[in-house]
């Protein structure tokens, strides 16, 4: 469900939310995109500008520098929001799009005061967290007792039998070898064996390594580990941005999967997070509108992240904008009989 406006502060209570840094974007540009890319700001927005094409025919593009590796977006805190925003984001461009946009953000406020003919919003991704503002107790007392009782045996056995040990690194000293056997962990999963691990991607393996170095230089770099007899079999690879601590990768050790060892850790930084003033959400991160199944088990709410796209005055964003809505009904008509079809079988 999506969080009531006054909640929480979606770019976190200083104007340097690390997520939409310099410190971010710049080590984004550096591994995702081809050199050579236009680039600029526009109102605290980095933007790309490129070209997309609808079947044979190409359009001029603007888009945020966001995909799926990124946080939220915003205007940061300390950026004024343009008067003129709306205007400059078009201005000689067909389509501008803008992701990963909460309903709480700055942005989405301006966007709501937009020209309605001449914006969309849409849902774009669901991001499940865990609210960190209560006490572990509280936020424990409201899961099932199934998953109370099943977490607290797995816990006692990881912890007791087999001697795991829970600790939380910032990164400050050793990080490189941290990262290193982290990226280990999680190629030696079901990642791995498909290809898509950090390792398997180069932009990725210069992403991860650069934004943690650059996080922990702030103090923005959370790294939970589960250790047995010194060796990581679970991590969780967080970055604080605002209240929000984000959970850009996690992984573990298949040799421990019966004992469920990521979600054991999962609960240990939970408890953790619950303890720390500066962080009031857990987030899990959403990169699509159906989160997986594992990332429910923890939450407390499921926030929507939005895109926002505006389609310029020419007969090419005009273009765009009928073939948007076109799916748009379609996928509403779609949605609507396979409504029907499940309320008669």
Not at 85 to 93: C, I, K, T
Request: charged letters at 25%; one cysteine or more.
């Amino acid at each position: 469900m999506p969080l009531p406006a006054d909640d929480f502060a979606t770019s976190g209570p200083d104007a340097e939310a690390f997520h939409l840094s310099a410190a971010w974007f710049e080590t984004w540009r550096r591994a995702y995109l081809v050199p050579g890319t236009a680039t600029s700001k526009i109102g605290g927005l980095p933007m790309i500008a490129d070209r997309g094409k609808l079947g044979p025919i190409g359009y001029a593009r603007f888009r945020a520098q966001t995909n799926v590796h990124s946080a939220l977006f915003d205007i940061p805190v300390g950026e004024p929001i343009a008067d003129g925003l709306f205007d400059a984001l078009r201005d000689g461009r067909d389509v501008v799009t803008i992701d990963y946009v909460t309903g709480q953000s700055r942005l989405m406020a301006a966007a709501r005061g937009w020209p309605a003919h001449r914006v969309a919003i849409r849902p774009h991704a669901r991001s499940p967290m865990a609210d960190c503002r209560m006490s572990y107790q509280q936020w424990l007392a409201l899961r099932s007792k199934r998953a109370r009782q099943r977490w607290s045996g797995l816990e006692r056995k990881a912890t007791g039998e087999i001697g795991m040990t829970f600790e939380l690194l910032d990164g400050h000293t050793g990080l490189q070898p941290l990262l290193d056997e982290i990226f280990a962990v999680e190629q030696s999963g079901w990642k791995g064996r498909e290809g898509t691990s950090i390792r398997d991607n180069p932009s990725d393996l210069l992403f991860y390594t650069e934004i943690a170095r650059r996080a922990a230089a702030m103090g923005m770099l959370r790294i939970a580990v589960l250790k047995r007899a010194g060796r990581i079999v679970a991590f969780e690879y967080g970055i604080l941005g605002g209240d929000r601590l984000f959970l850009l990768k996690v992984g573990y050790d298949e040799q421990f999967a019966d004992l469920s060892v990521g979600h054991v850790l999962a609960v240990m930084h939970i408890r953790h997070c619950c303890g720390d003033p500066a962080i009031a959400w857990y987030d899990n991160m959403g990169n699509g509108m159906t989160p997986a199944a594992y990332k429910l088990r923890f939450n407390d709410v499921v926030d929507t992240l939005y895109r926002i796209t505006l389609y310029g005055d020419t007969w090419r964003g005009r273009l765009v904008q009928y073939y948007d809505a076109g799916r748009d009904r379609a996928k509403r008509a779609r949605d609507h009989w396979r409504g029907r079809s499940v309320q008669t079988t």
